[in-house]
């Protein structure tokens, strides 16, 4: 009996024992599978740095003796982005640079900047960004493989509004290593970023995080700007500018622009898409000239006001003002007309709207289909050219924000008497005669002399047409008001809180 029992346990024993070890040798192998996953991705990265590198260069910048670092300022939209510690660095550097100026002779060029660049073309064609070679007088390349070797380059073009450069160089016989342009349109948040540049002069830094957002825009407060960004939380640090920004599969999705703020992990990076267009034409004409329609939009989606207003349509581009002299203004286009398509491919958002029309050529004419009133219609309207900033700002009119308060404003007939009074051309609508402070219709940019055309998408055209409009209208879901203000086609929303 005992030794059936002695024979049970340890049979027993034996089989817990054959399962411990077995549950040991499962738990011991989970770690080096985890391990291996972890080696895998550490050398995807050391493959990438090794693939890219190569085909980003280190750039130098020698000044001309006229050039202000303070004109950034006040030409560079970027500068607000450029942290406050380093603007104060630059300034400091900038009048320690004039004093010495002051003092000595004319002397060799003293390279007193640095930025990175990308090579694009085997036969020396490299890509920064503009504000890295701006006011240079002397530029000069090296790369990875050959730290002690300086390559003379020249600015073969410039393109402001994107800030993008393009370099030449000759590479006297060296075989350069070309990055690979990726498609920006395929990256998606979420995905590895790799940020390769020479930032405070440590050369060829290799920094990692994700894409934290794509589609960034109004990160820069400047009429010319028409193009989103990429965020990363790669850092990107001065130096770092005009360099690549690739995925993992060593494809760069981005030219490394600024970054906003130290150490808050928001640095952004013009898409690769823009980068490819713009730097084609930079190398062929040394110019990339941009079309445009003349016209203010927003994005429906994130237009609440208008979409609570408007019924039969969930998706595309709001258009909020037709500037006068552009080229939107020659068409039937309207301020308030929701843009879904240009010449056949669907826009939901601001950007995907520009990207369509600055590639269009200059003098084309474009078909949009429009959301109005209800009903889908096509209307066309023949590009230009973009203006220059002065000319952009002088057709753009300043307006506050949007109020919630009461509508406050005094309409009458448009008469002759009264167009010469207010020293307007039209004589068709309601002319605004006075506008009650602190109103809604104050605060929309709304004066006097502006000349009312439509209330909640009905013509009006006498001050009697006008009342009757407001009498049947929620002013508390909100008014659309479309007008004329010193000849630019507008339209605001008010809104009357009940307070």
Avoid: C
Wanted: hydrophobic residues 40%.
């Amino acid at each position: 009996m005992r030794i059936t029992q002695k024979r049970r346990w340890l049979t027993v024993f034996s089989a817990l024992a054959l399962f411990a070890s077995a549950s040991a040798g499962v738990l011991a192998k989970e770690p080096g599978s985890a391990l291996e996953l972890a080696r895998q991705l550490n050398q995807a990265f050391i493959e990438v740095a090794d693939q890219v590198s190569p085909a980003v260069v280190v750039i130098r910048v020698a000044h001309k003796a006229s050039y202000s670092q303070f004109d950034l300022e006040e030409q560079n939209p970027f500068w607000d982005l450029i942290p406050r510690q380093f603007r104060k660095q630059l300034e400091e550097q900038q009048r320690d640079k004039s004093r010495r100026e002051k003092r000595e002779r004319p002397r060799e060029p003293v390279f007193d900047a640095q930025g990175s660049g990308v090579v694009i073309r085997e036969e020396g064609y490299i890509l920064t960004n503009r504000h890295v070679v701006d006011g240079a007088d002397k530029i000069k390349v090296r790369f990875k493989d050959a730290p002690a070797d300086w390559f003379d380059a020249e600015v073969r073009g410039v393109d402001s509004q994107s800030d993008l450069a393009v370099l030449k160089i000759d590479p006297k016989g060296k075989k350069l290593v070309v990055a690979k342009l990726g498609d920006s349109d395929k990256t998606r948040v979420g995905e590895f970023a790799i940020a390769i540049g020479a930032p405070f002069e440590l050369d060829y830094s290799v920094t990692f995080g994700h894409v934290s957002a794509k589609g960034r825009s109004h990160l820069i407060d400047s009429l010319s700007m028409d193009q989103d960004f990429i965020q990363t939380d790669a850092n990107i640090y001065p130096g770092n500018i005009g360099g690549a920004l690739v995925n993992i599969n060593g494809e760069v999705i981005g030219l490394n622009t600024l970054i906003r703020g130290l150490h808050t992990g928001i640095g952004v990076a013009i898409p690769a898409k823009l980068v490819t267009e713009v730097a084609d034409k930079l190398v062929s004409d040394g110019k990339y000239v941009r079309s445009y329609l003349g016209i203010e939009i927003r994005t429906l989606r994130e237009f609440p006001e208008y979409r609570d207003v408007i019924s039969g349509i969930t998706d595309g581009v709001v258009v909020k003002t037709i500037q006068p002299t552009g080229p939107a203004s020659k068409s039937d286009l309207r301020a308030g007309d929701v843009i879904t398509s240009v010449d056949s491919k669907p826009v939901s958002t601001s950007e995907e709207l520009k990207s369509e029309v600055r590639s269009k050529k200059v003098g084309q004419p474009v078909t949009l289909d429009v959301y109005r009133n209800g009903k889908n219609i096509k209307v066309k309207v023949k590009t230009d050219a973009w203006p220059d900033e002065t000319t952009l700002a002088a057709n753009v009119q300043s307006r506050a924000p949007e109020d919630s308060s009461d509508l406050g404003l005094t309409v009458k007939t448009l008469t002759r008497e009264l167009a010469d009074q207010f020293g307007v051309d039209k004589i068709e609508g309601v002319i605004v005669t006075e506008i009650e402070a602190g109103s809604a219709a104050e605060r929309a940019g709304i004066r006097p002399g502006d000349i009312i055309t439509e209330v909640n998408r009905k013509l009006v055209a006498t001050a009697k047409q006008f009342r009757d409009a407001i009498k049947t209208a929620d002013p508390k879901k909100g008014v659309i008001i479309n007008f004329t203000s010193r000849g630019t086609n507008k339209f605001e929303i008010l809104k009357d809180s009940g307070d």
